[in-house]
C-alpha cells in the first residue's frame, strides 16, 4: 500500500472518530475507490507454559489453551486471542469449530464494528473466548487502520490506569515466600483463598511482605456469616476488597454479605456479559470484567459505562494470557479503579510484547490499535 493511500486512510477515519463525519460514508468512499476483498480470519492452537503450577480452589494446571486469531485486510493485520482455562468449557476444538464457521469475508469495511462482531455473537451461544478472539483482532485491526491506540480512540487518559494486582497461588509456605519474593515490582499482591488454609496462607504471605492484598476466593466460602467474620478478619490483615466469596447464584447472601461487609465485595463469576451488570446492582460493590467472558473490547467497553452509571466499582481482570489480550484490557484500564492484569507475566512462552508493568503500575503504549508486537 503506498504511503498516500496509508495517509489517506489514516486522515479519513481519524477525521471520523471526532465526530465530524459519518464512518461509514467516509469508508465507503475510499472502498470505491480502491475495492477491498472482505476480512480474512485466520486462526492457530497454541499452548502457555505457566511457571508455576496454578492452583484454584477447584483445579490445578501447569498449561492454559489458547487460540491466536489475525484478521487481516488491506495490507493491515490485527491480532486477538481466546484463552481457555478448562474449568470454563471452551477448548481449541470448540474455538476452531466456532471460527470456522464464520464468513468475514462479507464485510468489507473493518469500521462496522456493531453490526460485524453482533454477527460474530449470533454465530452460536456461549463461545465467548472464541468471539473475543475476533473482536480483539478487529480492534487491533481498526486502531491500526486509524493508527491510533484504542484508550487515545475511548478518549481515557493513560496516566490513570491503575496498579496492577499479582497473583499468588496456594501452595507450601516456602513456595509462596519465593513468589511473593518474585513480586517485588508489584504494589498489591492478589492472594486465591477458598481453601482448607485461608488464615494460613495470608498469615505466610504476611510474614513476607506487608503489600496490600486483594482476595480472590472464586466461590469457595459456603456460609454467609462465616465469611462476614473472615472479611472482617481480612481487613485486619490489610486486604483492599474480596471477591466472589460465595458461589455465583447466592444472590441473597452477596447481597446480605455486601451490605454487612467492611471491604467491597467483587462479584467476577457471576457477572459475565453486558446483561449481568444491572444484576449486580444490590448485590456486589464492584464488579470483575474479562475480555474472555463478556466477548471482548466491544462489550467490556459498554459494561464498564454501564456499571459506572449504576455506581459499581469496576475492576478490570484477566485469565492466564498472551500479552495480546492483556493488552487489549489494558485499552480500559484507566477506566478502572482495580486492575488484575498479570496473566502474561505467569508465563514462560509469550509470542508477543505490548503492554508493561512499570513500579506495578499498568503502562499504555502510544502504539496503534493493542499497541502488541509479535516476538
Ligand atoms: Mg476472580
Redesign the pocket.
Known amino acids: 500500500m503506498g504511503t498516500n493511500r496509508r495517509n489517506f486512510i489514516k486522515n479519513t477515519v481519524l477525521f471520523t472518530v471526532g465526530g465530524l463525519a459519518l464512518p461509514r460514508l467516509t469508508y465507503s468512499n475510499m472502498k470505491g475507490r480502491f475495492p477491498t476483498p472482505g476480512l480474512k480470519l485466520t486462526f492457530e492452537p497454541y499452548d502457555l507454559q505457566l511457571k508455576h503450577v496454578f492452583t484454584l480452589a477447584s483445579s490445578s494446571r501447569t498449561t492454559t489453551p489458547v487460540m491466536l486469531t489475525k484478521i487481516e485486510c488491506e495490507g493491515f493485520t490485527g491480532y486477538g486471542e481466546a484463552s481457555m482455562p478448562p474449568y470454563l468449557g471452551e477448548t481449541q476444538k470448540t474455538a476452531a469449530r466456532f471460527l470456522t464457521a464464520l464468513n468475514l469475508t462479507q464485510f468489507t469495511d473493518p469500521f462496522r464494528m456493531e453490526e460485524i462482531l453482533e454477527y460474530v455473537d449470533e454465530a452460536a451461544p456461549g463461545n465467548t473466548a472464541a468471539k473475543a478472539s475476533v473482536d480483539i483482532a478487529l480492534h487491533d485491526l481498526a486502531g491500526k487502520i486509524m493508527g491510533q491506540p484504542w484508550h487515545k480512540i475511548w478518549g481515557y487518559s493513560p496516566e490513570n490506569t491503575p496498579n496492577t494486582s499479582f497473583t499468588i497461588g496456594m501452595d507450601e509456605p516456602d513456595v509462596v515466600k519465593q513468589k511473593v519474593d518474585e513480586a517485588a515490582p508489584y504494589k498489591i499482591l492478589k492472594v486465591k483463598l477458598g481453601g482448607p488454609n485461608d488464615k494460613e496462607m495470608v498469615e505466610t504471605i504476611r510474614l513476607a511482605t506487608d503489600k496490600p492484598l486483594c482476595v480472590?476466593v472464586?466461590q469457595g466460602w459456603d456460609n454467609k456469616e462465616e465469611a462476614l467474620e473472615m472479611v472482617h478478619w481480612l481487613k485486619e490483615k490489610g486486604v483492599e476488597f474480596v471477591?466472589?466469596p460465595l458461589p455465583k447464584n447466592r444472590k441473597d447472601d452477596h447481597a446480605w454479605l455486601t451490605e454487612h461487609s467492611p471491604l467491597p465485595i467483587i462479584g467476577?463469576?457471576a457477572i459475565q456479559r453486558l446483561c449481568d451488570v444491572q444484576e449486580a446492582v444490590g448485590v456486589y460493590s464492584g464488579i470483575?470484567i474479562k475480555l474472555m467472558k463478556c466477548t471482548g473490547m466491544r462489550e467490556a467497553h459498554k459494561m464498564i459505562n454501564l456499571a459506572q452509571a449504576n455506581h459499581l466499582r469496576v475492576m478490570i481482570?484477566c485469565m492466564t494470557e498472551t500479552s495480546c489480550a492483556i493488552s487489549a484490557a489494558a485499552q480500559l484500564a484507566p477506566q478502572a479503579e482495580w486492575a488484575d492484569l498479570d496473566g502474561n507475566l505467569l508465563i514462560s512462552n509469550d509470542p508477543y510484547e505490548g503492554v508493561k508493568i512499570v513500579n506495578g503500575k499498568i503502562t499504555l503504549i502510544d502504539r496503534p490499535g493493542i499497541g502488541i508486537r509479535e516476538v
Open positions: 480472590d472464586n471477591e466472589q467476577d463469576e470483575n481482570g
